[in-house]
């Protein structure tokens, strides 16, 4: 079965330190991968997106992310964690069906950075 | 400003009783979706549909119907709503279905 897991219900930070939200994935053929955050009472929104190209994905509000093909991993990561980082991410992929294909989603990563 | 908006927000109703969550976006996306998120399950999608009169299902799509009569609107309706539908729903947008999506901001349903 195609899936994606984050394997870390929480991960905690402090200010300044870099961070990881780890996402692997099983799906066959070529997917389009993307991580979404959710702050409270909010819709997700979008960070970056892999489709194809240079592996390492430079996103919004400094994040980035590493596709790495053998591993089927995409972790998301930040140099330097600001308190305002906190919140939920999602990793998702889509998977190619027809011409469209439909969106699965990771279970999600709680990020809590203390200042 | 760019958005899919969502209502109603928040609905709390019984059993049976048939209700829509209306969903509206003004970015003339091609690709539109419905979400449903749950405690330690993340999201997982109702149905989507990737242009006017063409819809699919998700992963979860029993108990669902939605419709797709023009670009701008797609409604989903619960016909006969149970309990295990209690959840946070979440509306999406892209312009195309590989493309990033934009997010309503979520409607709670509780049916007790």
């Known amino acids: 079965a195609q899936s994606v897991a984050q394997p870390e219900d929480q991960v905690n930070v402090a200010e300044g330190n870099p961070l990881t939200v780890k996402c692997t994935y099983s799906v066959s053929g070529n997917p389009y991968l993307f991580w979404y955050v959710q702050y409270p009472n909010r819709g997700l929104q979008f960070l970056l997106k892999?489709?194809?190209?240079?592996?390492l994905v430079k996103g919004s509000y400094g994040f980035e992310a590493e596709f790495n093909k053998s591993q089927t991993s995409f972790h998301l990561k930040k140099p330097s964690a600001l308190v305002s980082d906190s919140a939920l991410y999602f990793c998702a992929v889509r998977v190619p069906r027809g011409s469209q294909g439909n969106l699965i989603f990771g279970k999600g990563t709680k990020l809590s950075v203390k200042p | 400003e760019a958005q899919v908006t969502q209502n109603p927000r928040y609905l709390i109703t019984v059993t049976g009783k048939k209700l829509t969550v209306t969903c509206s976006q003004n970015m003339n996306h091609e690709y539109m979706s419905w979400y449903r998120q749950d405690p330690g399950l993340g999201l997982r999608q109702i149905y989507y549909?990737?242009?006017?009169?063409?819809?699919d299902k998700g992963d979860v799509p029993e108990g669902y119907k939605v419709s797709r009569k023009e670009k701008r609107n797609f409604p989903l309706i619960l016909e006969s709503p149970s309990p295990n539908q209690t959840s946070l729903y979440f509306c999406a947008s892209s312009l195309f279905g590989n493309q990033p999506q934009h997010f309503g901001d979520g409607t709670r349903l509780s049916i007790l």
């Open positions: 892999y489709i194809t190209g240079d592996n």
């Open positions: 549909s990737m242009n006017v009169e063409v819809t």
